[in-house]
Protein backbone atom coordinates (compact mmCIF):
# COMPACT_ATOMS: atom_id res chain seq x y z
CA UNK A 1 0.00 0.00 0.00
CA UNK A 2 1.97 3.43 -1.19
CA UNK A 3 -0.88 5.83 -1.48
CA UNK A 4 0.43 8.91 0.16
CA UNK A 5 0.09 9.71 3.93
CA UNK A 6 -2.46 12.32 4.71
CA UNK A 7 -0.21 13.40 6.88
CA UNK A 8 2.27 14.54 4.26
CA UNK A 9 -0.91 15.68 1.82
CA UNK A 10 -2.62 12.63 0.61
CA UNK A 11 -6.30 11.48 0.65
CA UNK A 12 -7.25 10.82 4.45
CA UNK A 13 -8.80 6.80 5.11
CA UNK A 14 -11.21 7.74 7.25
CA UNK A 15 -13.45 11.18 6.61
CA UNK A 16 -16.60 10.86 8.89
CA UNK A 17 -16.68 10.75 12.94
CA UNK A 18 -17.03 7.23 14.66
CA UNK A 19 -20.00 6.29 16.36
CA UNK A 20 -21.07 8.84 18.68
CA UNK A 21 -20.52 8.37 22.62
CA UNK A 22 -22.09 8.25 24.56
CA UNK A 23 -25.35 6.33 23.19
CA UNK A 24 -28.83 7.07 24.42
CA UNK A 25 -32.23 6.73 22.94
CA UNK A 26 -35.61 6.79 24.69
CA UNK A 27 -35.01 4.39 27.32
CA UNK A 28 -32.81 7.39 29.04
CA UNK A 29 -35.37 9.97 28.22
CA UNK A 30 -37.97 8.23 30.26
CA UNK A 31 -36.11 7.33 32.98
CA UNK A 32 -35.07 10.95 33.23
CA UNK A 33 -38.78 12.08 33.43
CA UNK A 34 -39.38 9.99 35.99
CA UNK A 35 -36.70 11.49 38.13
CA UNK A 36 -37.68 14.99 37.65
CA UNK A 37 -41.56 13.87 38.39
CA UNK A 38 -40.77 11.81 41.54
CA UNK A 39 -39.28 15.48 43.11
CA UNK A 40 -36.85 12.59 44.69
CA UNK A 41 -33.67 13.94 43.15
CA UNK A 42 -30.41 13.78 45.44
CA UNK A 43 -28.32 10.61 47.48
CA UNK A 44 -30.70 10.56 50.52
CA UNK A 45 -32.00 8.77 51.90
CA UNK A 46 -29.06 7.10 50.62
CA UNK A 47 -28.97 4.66 48.71
CA UNK A 48 -31.70 6.30 47.39
CA UNK A 49 -34.43 4.06 45.14
CA UNK A 50 -32.49 4.08 41.95
CA UNK A 51 -29.39 4.16 43.24
CA UNK A 52 -30.45 0.41 45.27
CA UNK A 53 -32.06 -0.90 42.12
CA UNK A 54 -28.21 -0.02 40.19
CA UNK A 55 -26.49 -1.22 43.07
CA UNK A 56 -28.09 -4.72 43.31
CA UNK A 57 -27.94 -4.96 39.74
CA UNK A 58 -24.60 -3.88 39.52
CA UNK A 59 -23.07 -6.78 42.52
CA UNK A 60 -25.13 -9.34 40.66
CA UNK A 61 -22.86 -8.36 37.28
CA UNK A 62 -20.20 -8.82 39.00
CA UNK A 63 -20.18 -11.44 41.45
CA UNK A 64 -20.03 -9.41 45.37
CA UNK A 65 -22.84 -9.44 47.68
CA UNK A 66 -22.56 -5.48 47.89
CA UNK A 67 -22.19 -2.65 45.68
CA UNK A 68 -22.16 1.03 47.42
CA UNK A 69 -22.82 3.76 44.67
CA UNK A 70 -20.44 7.14 44.90
CA UNK A 71 -20.13 10.43 43.09
CA UNK A 72 -16.95 9.39 41.28
CA UNK A 73 -14.17 6.75 40.61
CA UNK A 74 -11.87 8.60 42.54
CA UNK A 75 -14.46 8.90 45.59
CA UNK A 76 -14.96 5.29 45.00
CA UNK A 77 -11.46 4.45 45.72
CA UNK A 78 -10.36 6.50 48.69
CA UNK A 79 -13.99 5.32 50.33
CA UNK A 80 -12.19 2.08 49.94
CA UNK A 81 -8.82 2.80 51.30
CA UNK A 82 -10.62 4.52 54.36
CA UNK A 83 -13.15 1.49 54.85
CA UNK A 84 -9.78 -0.61 55.04
CA UNK A 85 -8.11 1.72 57.62
CA UNK A 86 -5.80 2.93 55.44
CA UNK A 87 -4.08 6.07 57.29
CA UNK A 88 -0.95 8.39 58.18
CA UNK A 89 2.05 6.94 57.70
CA UNK A 90 0.99 3.97 55.58
CA UNK A 91 1.97 2.91 51.93
CA UNK A 92 -0.27 1.82 49.61
CA UNK A 93 1.30 -0.08 46.48
CA UNK A 94 0.16 1.32 42.83
CA UNK A 95 0.78 0.93 39.24
CA UNK A 96 3.34 3.88 38.06
CA UNK A 97 1.03 3.33 35.03
CA UNK A 98 -2.54 4.58 35.61
CA UNK A 99 -4.81 7.41 35.51
CA UNK A 100 -3.11 9.84 38.53
CA UNK A 101 -6.74 9.33 40.37
CA UNK A 102 -5.56 5.44 41.46
CA UNK A 103 -2.34 7.73 43.38
CA UNK A 104 -4.42 10.66 44.26
CA UNK A 105 -6.80 8.60 46.24
CA UNK A 106 -4.10 6.93 48.76
CA UNK A 107 -2.93 10.63 49.52
CA UNK A 108 -5.88 11.31 50.26
CA UNK A 109 -6.13 8.51 53.11
CA UNK A 110 -2.44 10.56 54.25
CA UNK A 111 -0.97 7.58 52.88
CA UNK A 112 2.22 7.39 50.60
CA UNK A 113 1.45 5.77 46.97
CA UNK A 114 4.28 3.55 46.26
CA UNK A 115 4.77 3.32 42.13
CA UNK A 116 5.26 -0.79 41.04
CA UNK A 117 6.88 -1.05 37.48
CA UNK A 118 4.04 -2.68 34.88
CA UNK A 119 4.50 -5.95 32.72
CA UNK A 120 5.51 -5.36 29.31
CA UNK A 121 3.41 -7.44 27.51
CA UNK A 122 -0.08 -6.08 29.06
CA UNK A 123 0.52 -2.53 30.89
CA UNK A 124 -0.92 -3.82 34.14
CA UNK A 125 0.82 -4.03 37.56
CA UNK A 126 3.85 -6.31 37.36
CA UNK A 127 3.32 -8.48 40.55
CA UNK A 128 7.21 -9.48 41.16
CA UNK A 129 7.56 -5.23 40.97
CA UNK A 130 5.07 -4.95 43.40
CA UNK A 131 6.51 -7.54 46.23
CA UNK A 132 9.77 -6.19 45.93
CA UNK A 133 8.34 -2.61 47.68
CA UNK A 134 6.43 -4.30 50.02
CA UNK A 135 7.74 -3.06 53.70
CA UNK A 136 6.53 -3.09 56.91
CA UNK A 137 4.41 0.23 56.33
CA UNK A 138 2.56 -1.41 53.02
CA UNK A 139 -1.00 -1.92 53.67
CA UNK A 140 -2.66 -2.92 50.24
CA UNK A 141 -2.03 -2.88 46.38
CA UNK A 142 -4.18 -1.57 44.17
CA UNK A 143 -3.84 -3.32 40.89
CA UNK A 144 -5.50 -1.16 37.85
CA UNK A 145 -7.09 -2.99 34.92
CA UNK A 146 -5.56 -1.04 32.16
CA UNK A 147 -7.19 -0.07 28.86
CA UNK A 148 -8.55 -3.51 28.10
CA UNK A 149 -6.52 -5.84 30.21
CA UNK A 150 -7.04 -7.55 33.54
CA UNK A 151 -3.82 -7.47 36.16
CA UNK A 152 -2.92 -10.68 36.98
CA UNK A 153 -5.19 -11.57 39.94
CA UNK A 154 -4.31 -15.00 40.58
CA UNK A 155 -0.42 -13.66 41.26
CA UNK A 156 -1.64 -10.66 43.27
CA UNK A 157 -3.70 -12.75 45.34
CA UNK A 158 -1.37 -14.94 46.56
CA UNK A 159 1.02 -12.17 46.90
CA UNK A 160 -1.38 -10.53 49.27
CA UNK A 161 -2.64 -13.12 51.08
CA UNK A 162 1.21 -14.47 51.50
CA UNK A 163 1.84 -10.76 52.92
CA UNK A 164 -1.52 -10.14 54.49
CA UNK A 165 -2.35 -7.54 52.72
CA UNK A 166 -5.65 -6.00 51.07
CA UNK A 167 -6.31 -5.78 46.93
CA UNK A 168 -8.40 -3.24 46.56
CA UNK A 169 -8.73 -3.29 42.59
CA UNK A 170 -9.40 -0.49 40.35
CA UNK A 171 -11.93 -1.52 37.37
CA UNK A 172 -12.53 1.90 36.45
CA UNK A 173 -11.68 1.00 33.21
CA UNK A 174 -13.06 -2.77 33.12
CA UNK A 175 -16.45 -2.57 34.18
CA UNK A 176 -18.50 -5.78 33.07
CA UNK A 177 -14.90 -7.78 32.80
CA UNK A 178 -14.55 -11.36 34.19
CA UNK A 179 -11.85 -13.19 35.14
CA UNK A 180 -12.10 -16.97 35.66
CA UNK A 181 -15.23 -16.51 34.92
CA UNK A 182 -16.13 -14.05 38.23
CA UNK A 183 -16.46 -10.66 37.64
CA UNK A 184 -13.76 -8.34 38.34
CA UNK A 185 -13.82 -6.48 41.94
CA UNK A 186 -15.08 -9.49 43.41
CA UNK A 187 -10.83 -10.87 44.09
CA UNK A 188 -9.87 -7.66 46.41
CA UNK A 189 -11.46 -7.06 49.50
CA UNK A 190 -12.90 -3.92 47.68
CA UNK A 191 -13.40 -3.05 43.90
CA UNK A 192 -13.88 0.05 42.15
CA UNK A 193 -15.86 1.68 39.06
CA UNK A 194 -15.88 4.60 37.00
CA UNK A 195 -18.98 5.87 35.50
CA UNK A 196 -17.48 9.46 34.28
CA UNK A 197 -17.57 10.59 30.24
CA UNK A 198 -15.59 8.47 28.61
CA UNK A 199 -16.53 5.32 30.58
CA UNK A 200 -17.88 2.38 28.66
CA UNK A 201 -20.70 2.70 31.52
CA UNK A 202 -21.17 6.18 31.74
CA UNK A 203 -23.82 8.92 33.63
CA UNK A 204 -21.56 11.71 32.96
CA UNK A 205 -19.89 11.42 36.22
CA UNK A 206 -20.43 8.63 39.12
CA UNK A 207 -18.63 5.33 40.64
CA UNK A 208 -19.18 2.55 42.62
CA UNK A 209 -17.48 0.19 44.96
CA UNK A 210 -18.04 -3.39 45.30
CA UNK A 211 -17.43 -6.23 47.74
CA UNK A 212 -18.48 -9.34 49.20
CA UNK A 213 -17.11 -7.78 53.45
CA UNK A 214 -20.62 -7.12 55.16
CA UNK A 215 -18.17 -4.70 57.34
CA UNK A 216 -16.49 -2.93 54.67
CA UNK A 217 -19.95 -2.22 52.75
CA UNK A 218 -21.22 -0.43 56.07
CA UNK A 219 -18.38 1.29 56.55
CA UNK A 220 -18.34 2.33 52.93
CA UNK A 221 -21.68 3.77 53.25
CA UNK A 222 -21.11 5.86 56.30
CA UNK A 223 -18.05 7.37 54.43
CA UNK A 224 -20.31 8.19 51.49
CA UNK A 225 -22.84 9.67 53.67
CA UNK A 226 -21.96 11.92 56.26
CA UNK A 227 -21.16 9.15 58.29
CA UNK A 228 -24.64 7.74 58.30
CA UNK A 229 -24.98 3.71 58.44
CA UNK A 230 -27.13 1.37 57.62
CA UNK A 231 -27.21 -0.52 60.69
CA UNK A 232 -24.99 -1.95 62.38
CA UNK A 233 -22.08 -0.25 64.96
CA UNK A 234 -19.31 -0.67 62.30
CA UNK A 235 -18.17 2.81 61.06
CA UNK A 236 -17.16 4.10 64.74
CA UNK A 237 -13.90 5.63 64.34
CA UNK A 238 -14.45 7.42 60.71
CA UNK A 239 -15.63 10.72 59.35
CA UNK A 240 -17.94 10.77 56.68
CA UNK A 241 -18.26 13.17 53.51
CA UNK A 242 -20.77 13.63 50.96
CA UNK A 243 -19.82 11.49 48.24
CA UNK A 244 -23.49 10.04 46.93
CA UNK A 245 -24.46 9.72 43.58
CA UNK A 246 -27.55 11.56 42.29
CA UNK A 247 -31.05 9.40 41.27
CA UNK A 248 -30.56 11.22 37.96
CA UNK A 249 -27.19 9.48 37.42
CA UNK A 250 -28.57 6.17 38.65
CA UNK A 251 -31.62 6.41 36.33
CA UNK A 252 -29.18 6.84 33.24
CA UNK A 253 -26.84 3.98 34.71
CA UNK A 254 -29.39 1.68 34.59
CA UNK A 255 -30.60 2.26 30.89
CA UNK A 256 -27.01 2.50 29.97
CA UNK A 257 -26.14 -1.06 31.64
CA UNK A 258 -29.51 -2.96 29.53
CA UNK A 259 -26.27 -2.28 26.88
CA UNK A 260 -23.43 -2.49 28.30
CA UNK A 261 -23.04 -6.49 27.43
CA UNK A 262 -23.92 -6.54 23.79
CA UNK A 263 -21.55 -2.92 23.25
CA UNK A 264 -18.90 -4.92 25.44
CA UNK A 265 -19.12 -8.06 23.53
CA UNK A 266 -19.03 -6.44 20.04
CA UNK A 267 -16.39 -4.31 21.31
CA UNK A 268 -14.50 -7.63 22.15
CA UNK A 269 -15.24 -9.43 18.61
CA UNK A 270 -13.52 -6.13 17.25
CA UNK A 271 -10.54 -6.11 18.80
CA UNK A 272 -10.38 -9.38 17.83
CA UNK A 273 -10.24 -8.89 14.33
CA UNK A 274 -7.84 -5.97 14.97
CA UNK A 275 -5.98 -8.41 16.54
CA UNK A 276 -5.63 -10.85 13.89
CA UNK A 277 -4.71 -7.84 11.49
CA UNK A 278 -2.09 -6.05 13.35
CA UNK A 279 -0.11 -9.84 14.27
CA UNK A 280 0.53 -9.57 10.42
CA UNK A 281 2.09 -6.31 10.33
CA UNK A 282 5.70 -5.99 11.39
CA UNK A 283 6.68 -3.86 14.13
CA UNK A 284 2.97 -4.02 15.84
CA UNK A 285 2.28 -6.11 18.66
CA UNK A 286 -1.77 -5.96 20.69
CA UNK A 287 -1.24 -6.07 24.41
CA UNK A 288 -1.96 -9.58 25.22
CA UNK A 289 -5.11 -11.32 25.81
CA UNK A 290 -4.69 -13.30 28.83
CA UNK A 291 -6.99 -16.53 28.58
CA UNK A 292 -8.15 -16.50 31.56
CA UNK A 293 -10.32 -13.11 31.07
CA UNK A 294 -13.15 -14.93 30.49
CA UNK A 295 -15.30 -11.75 29.68
CA UNK A 296 -13.30 -9.38 28.50
CA UNK A 297 -14.52 -5.70 28.56
CA UNK A 298 -12.41 -2.56 26.91
CA UNK A 299 -11.85 1.32 27.55
CA UNK A 300 -8.76 1.48 25.39
CA UNK A 301 -7.65 -1.17 22.95
CA UNK A 302 -3.63 -0.88 23.25
CA UNK A 303 -1.01 -2.17 20.97
CA UNK A 304 2.59 -1.28 20.61
CA UNK A 305 4.66 0.23 18.17
CA UNK A 306 8.32 -0.77 17.76
CA UNK A 307 10.54 2.00 16.25
CA UNK A 308 13.07 -0.12 15.23
CA UNK A 309 11.02 -2.55 13.29
CA UNK A 310 9.25 -0.33 11.53
CA UNK A 311 11.57 2.84 10.96
CA UNK A 312 9.36 5.49 12.89
CA UNK A 313 8.87 6.74 15.70
CA UNK A 314 5.54 5.75 17.88
CA UNK A 315 4.98 9.59 17.85
CA UNK A 316 5.26 9.98 14.24
CA UNK A 317 2.99 6.94 14.02
CA UNK A 318 0.54 8.34 16.46
CA UNK A 319 0.34 11.59 14.12
CA UNK A 320 -0.03 10.20 11.03
CA UNK A 321 -3.19 7.65 12.27
CA UNK A 322 -4.28 10.97 13.74
CA UNK A 323 -3.95 12.40 9.96
CA UNK A 324 -5.72 9.18 8.74
CA UNK A 325 -8.84 10.02 10.49
CA UNK A 326 -8.04 7.20 13.59
CA UNK A 327 -8.19 8.81 17.03
CA UNK A 328 -5.91 7.42 19.38
CA UNK A 329 -3.59 7.91 22.31
CA UNK A 330 -0.99 6.97 23.99
CA UNK A 331 -2.13 6.80 27.20
CA UNK A 332 -1.44 8.08 30.94
CA UNK A 333 1.84 9.07 31.57
CA UNK A 334 3.47 7.35 34.67
CA UNK A 335 1.85 9.09 37.79
CA UNK A 336 5.07 10.32 39.15
CA UNK A 337 6.19 11.62 36.45
CA UNK A 338 2.68 13.61 35.47
CA UNK A 339 1.62 17.55 35.90
CA UNK A 340 -1.47 16.24 37.11
CA UNK A 341 0.56 14.65 40.36
CA UNK A 342 3.30 17.10 41.29
CA UNK A 343 5.51 15.28 43.30
CA UNK A 344 6.14 18.92 44.88
CA UNK A 345 2.91 19.22 46.09
CA UNK A 346 2.34 20.16 50.03
CA UNK A 347 -0.05 16.58 50.17
CA UNK A 348 2.93 14.04 48.60
CA UNK A 349 5.41 15.95 50.11
CA UNK A 350 3.75 15.24 53.84
CA UNK A 351 2.92 11.58 52.87
CA UNK A 352 5.99 11.04 52.19
CA UNK A 353 7.25 12.52 55.63
CA UNK A 354 4.69 11.02 57.57
CA UNK A 355 6.50 7.12 56.19
CA UNK A 356 9.68 8.48 56.14
CA UNK A 357 10.60 8.53 52.83
CA UNK A 358 12.03 10.97 50.07
CA UNK A 359 9.44 12.91 48.36
CA UNK A 360 11.56 13.02 45.07
CA UNK A 361 11.96 11.11 41.96
CA UNK A 362 14.45 8.97 43.47
CA UNK A 363 12.02 6.46 45.08
CA UNK A 364 10.48 6.10 41.67
CA UNK A 365 11.87 3.58 39.48
CA UNK A 366 9.45 2.23 36.36
CA UNK A 367 11.59 1.19 33.22
CA UNK A 368 8.64 -0.79 31.82
CA UNK A 369 6.25 1.78 32.57
CA UNK A 370 8.55 4.80 31.00
CA UNK A 371 9.39 2.74 28.00
CA UNK A 372 5.84 1.65 27.21
CA UNK A 373 4.12 5.17 27.45
CA UNK A 374 7.62 6.91 26.00
CA UNK A 375 7.95 5.17 22.85
CA UNK A 376 5.70 2.06 22.36
CA UNK A 377 1.58 2.76 23.78
CA UNK A 378 -0.98 3.37 21.11
CA UNK A 379 -4.61 3.28 22.12
CA UNK A 380 -7.61 3.21 20.30
CA UNK A 381 -10.82 4.61 22.09
CA UNK A 382 -13.47 1.80 22.54
CA UNK A 383 -15.82 4.11 20.59
CA UNK A 384 -13.85 2.92 17.26
CA UNK A 385 -14.37 -0.55 18.54
CA UNK A 386 -18.51 -0.29 18.78
CA UNK A 387 -19.41 0.80 14.91
CA UNK A 388 -20.36 -1.50 11.87
CA UNK A 389 -17.69 -3.67 10.31
CA UNK A 390 -16.55 -0.66 7.59
CA UNK A 391 -15.96 1.55 10.51
CA UNK A 392 -13.15 -1.33 11.65
CA UNK A 393 -12.19 -1.93 8.15
CA UNK A 394 -11.10 1.73 8.03
CA UNK A 395 -9.23 1.04 11.34
CA UNK A 396 -6.96 -1.52 10.17
CA UNK A 397 -6.77 -0.07 6.57
CA UNK A 398 -4.99 3.16 8.00
CA UNK A 399 -3.01 1.31 10.64
CA UNK A 400 -1.84 -0.87 7.70
CA UNK A 401 -1.24 2.07 5.65
CA UNK A 402 0.81 4.14 7.96
CA UNK A 403 2.49 1.16 8.61
CA UNK A 404 3.49 0.60 4.92
CA UNK A 405 5.21 4.07 4.94
CA UNK A 406 6.66 4.33 8.30
CA UNK A 407 9.98 4.71 6.16
CA UNK A 408 8.72 8.15 3.95
CA UNK A 409 7.30 9.76 6.80
CA UNK A 410 10.49 9.11 9.13
CA UNK A 411 12.29 10.50 6.26
CA UNK A 412 10.16 13.74 6.04
CA UNK A 413 11.30 17.17 7.61
CA UNK A 414 10.27 18.19 10.12
CA UNK A 415 8.95 21.69 8.64
CA UNK A 416 7.02 19.60 5.96
CA UNK A 417 5.67 17.40 8.75
CA UNK A 418 4.38 20.90 10.24
CA UNK A 419 2.65 22.31 7.47
CA UNK A 420 1.05 18.87 6.77
CA UNK A 421 -0.44 19.35 10.40
CA UNK A 422 -1.98 22.79 9.67
CA UNK A 423 -2.93 21.85 6.58
CA UNK A 424 -4.82 18.84 8.02
CA UNK A 425 -6.62 20.81 11.31
CA UNK A 426 -7.75 23.32 8.66
CA UNK A 427 -9.11 20.83 6.06
CA UNK A 428 -11.01 18.77 9.15
CA UNK A 429 -10.95 20.13 12.44
CA UNK A 430 -12.68 22.92 12.13
CA UNK A 431 -16.13 20.79 11.28
CA UNK A 432 -15.92 18.69 14.61
CA UNK A 433 -16.99 19.33 18.17
CA UNK A 434 -14.58 21.62 20.50
CA UNK A 435 -14.32 18.89 22.84
CA UNK A 436 -13.03 16.58 19.98
CA UNK A 437 -10.55 19.32 19.07
CA UNK A 438 -9.25 19.92 22.52
CA UNK A 439 -8.84 16.55 22.95
CA UNK A 440 -6.79 15.84 19.75
CA UNK A 441 -5.11 18.96 20.35
CA UNK A 442 -3.92 17.68 23.56
CA UNK A 443 -2.89 14.06 21.84
CA UNK A 444 -0.79 15.73 19.55
CA UNK A 445 0.99 18.03 22.32
CA UNK A 446 1.86 14.69 24.21
CA UNK A 447 2.93 13.16 21.01
CA UNK A 448 5.17 15.88 19.76
CA UNK A 449 8.17 16.87 22.33
CA UNK A 450 9.60 20.01 22.80
CA UNK A 451 9.04 23.35 23.70
CA UNK A 452 8.74 25.05 20.20
CA UNK A 453 6.33 22.58 19.08
CA UNK A 454 4.57 23.20 21.84
CA UNK A 455 4.05 26.63 21.45
CA UNK A 456 3.02 25.27 17.98
CA UNK A 457 0.39 23.01 18.90
CA UNK A 458 -1.26 25.87 21.30
CA UNK A 459 -1.43 28.18 18.43
CA UNK A 460 -3.08 25.24 16.37
CA UNK A 461 -5.43 25.01 18.90
CA UNK A 462 -6.47 28.95 19.35
CA UNK A 463 -6.84 29.47 15.57
CA UNK A 464 -9.13 26.58 15.90
CA UNK A 465 -11.16 27.17 18.83
CA UNK A 466 -11.07 31.09 17.64
CA UNK A 467 -12.63 30.06 14.05
CA UNK A 468 -15.30 28.10 15.94
CA UNK A 469 -16.49 30.76 18.32
CA UNK A 470 -16.51 33.28 15.35
C1 LIG B 1 -7.81 3.69 36.10
C2 LIG B 1 -8.68 4.81 36.62
N1 LIG B 1 -8.73 5.03 37.94
C3 LIG B 1 -9.49 6.00 38.45
C4 LIG B 1 -10.26 6.82 37.66
C5 LIG B 1 -11.05 7.93 38.28
O1 LIG B 1 -12.40 7.86 38.02
P1 LIG B 1 -13.29 9.23 38.03
O2 LIG B 1 -12.87 10.03 36.86
O3 LIG B 1 -14.70 8.73 37.91
O4 LIG B 1 -13.05 9.90 39.31
C6 LIG B 1 -10.24 6.61 36.27
C7 LIG B 1 -11.04 7.42 35.32
O5 LIG B 1 -11.09 8.52 35.10
C8 LIG B 1 -9.42 5.59 35.73
O6 LIG B 1 -9.33 5.39 34.41
Given at each position: MNEKLSLLGGDPVRKQPFAPWPVFDDRERTALEDVLCSGNWGGSPSP?????????RFA????????????SG???????????????????????????????????????????????????IDPDSAARLITSRTR???PVHYGAAIA??????????????????????AVGAQWRGRGVGSYGALGCFSFQSLKSLTAGEGGMITTSDHVLAQRCQA?????????????????????????????????????????????????????????RIPGLTPTAADPRTTRPATYVWFFKVNASVLNVSRNLFALALMAEGIPCSIGDEPVFRSPLFPLESREYRTVCELAGAAPDRSA???????????HE???????????????????????????????????????????????????????LPLEIVLERARCYRRCIDGHRAECRVHLLMKKAVDAMVR
Open positions: NRKAAELAAAIHDTLFAIPTSTAALEVALKALGVGPGDEVIVPALTYHATAYAVVACMARPVFADVCLDTACAIIDLDALAELARSRSLAIVEDCCELINGRRRLGDDCAESLLGANYRITEWQCAVLLAQLERLPAQNELRWKHAERLRAALECRCPVAERLYDLLGLPHQCLLGEEQDLDDVITAIEKVAANARTLQRAKLGLLWRALERFWHEHEFL
